[in-house]
């Protein structure tokens, strides 16, 4: 509990409790309003470190990955997971800032949440014409969305996404489906050696 309220930005504080226990408390400010003067866009690099085979397996390792998030927190959240497992990212928090940011760099997979100026869906759709126009390869997509409805994750599939993740969703499944779509999308020259 300590280090997640941790990586979520609060410290975890122990007082003494009223029978004798104790009483852990934090904060977390998950309302924070996007103020207009902060960038759309947070570029975070993350150099290889050396981490167990359970935390960071060798095709994760390196991964490029674009997040592309509103919230804050879940963007937090993301990018902290990414930099256990040693990946590097960029954080967008509309669409246009990740198809500006997808224009002007390469990524392995591109982390597809909710964006305030167009649905999920239409958002895919907005990757994939970027692809064509650009002239590129298939970057493996996965939307993540709030509903378990299979219509909304059929219609992100039909759009093109490669995976959906429903909320919630464990850590280990969303490092799975990194893997899963990374393996197949790197070359081998780009995979990182065991």
Same mark, same amino acid.
Request: negative net charge; charged residues 30%.
């Given at each position: 509990c300590h280090r997640l309220t941790? =990586?979520?930005?609060?410290? =975890?504080?122990?007082q003494p409790g009223d029978a004798g226990?104790?009483?852990a408390s934090f904060e977390l400010d =998950?309302? #924070?309003p996007q103020e207009e003067s902060t960038p759309s866009v947070q570029i975070v690099t993350v150099r290889e470190t050396t981490r167990s085979d359970e935390a960071?397996?060798?095709t994760t390792r390196g991964v490029r990955v674009l997040i592309c998030e509103d919230d804050r927190t879940s963007a937090r959240f993301l990018g902290t997971l990414l930099? *256990?497992? %040693?990946?590097? *990212?960029?954080?967008?928090?509309? %669409? *246009?800032?990740?198809?500006?940011?997808?224009r002007a760099h390469e990524f392995d997979v591109v982390l597809l949440g909710a964006l305030p100026d167009l649905d999920s869906d239409r958002s895919v759709r907005e990757f994939r014409e970027a692809e064509e126009q650009l002239d590129r390869s298939r970057t493996p997509i996965i939307a993540i969305t709030a509903t378990p409805d299979p219509v909304i994750h059929d219609a992100l599939l039909a759009a093109g996404a490669d995976s959906v993740l429903s909320? +919630?969703? #464990? @850590?280990r499944t969303l #490092?799975?489906?990194?893997?899963?779509? $990374?393996?197949?999308? #790197? $070359? +081998?020259?780009?995979? @990182?050696?065991?």
């Amino acid at each position: 509990c300590h280090r997640l309220t941790e =990586l979520l930005g609060s410290p =975890l504080k122990l007082q003494p409790g009223d029978a004798g226990g104790v009483r852990a408390s934090f904060e977390l400010d =998950l309302d #924070r309003p996007q103020e207009e003067s902060t960038p759309s866009v947070q570029i975070v690099t993350v150099r290889e470190t050396t981490r167990s085979d359970e935390a960071c397996s060798a095709t994760t390792r390196g991964v490029r990955v674009l997040i592309c998030e509103d919230d804050r927190t879940s963007a937090r959240f993301l990018g902290t997971l990414l930099q *256990h497992w %040693t990946c590097s *990212h960029r954080i967008a928090a509309t %669409t *246009h800032a990740a198809l500006k940011e997808f224009r002007a760099h390469e990524f392995d997979v591109v982390l597809l949440g909710a964006l305030p100026d167009l649905d999920s869906d239409r958002s895919v759709r907005e990757f994939r014409e970027a692809e064509e126009q650009l002239d590129r390869s298939r970057t493996p997509i996965i939307a993540i969305t709030a509903t378990p409805d299979p219509v909304i994750h059929d219609a992100l599939l039909a759009a093109g996404a490669d995976s959906v993740l429903s909320k +919630p969703y #464990r @850590p280990r499944t969303l #490092r799975e489906r990194l893997d899963e779509l $990374t393996v197949t999308h #790197r $070359t +081998p020259e780009e995979t @990182p050696s065991s």
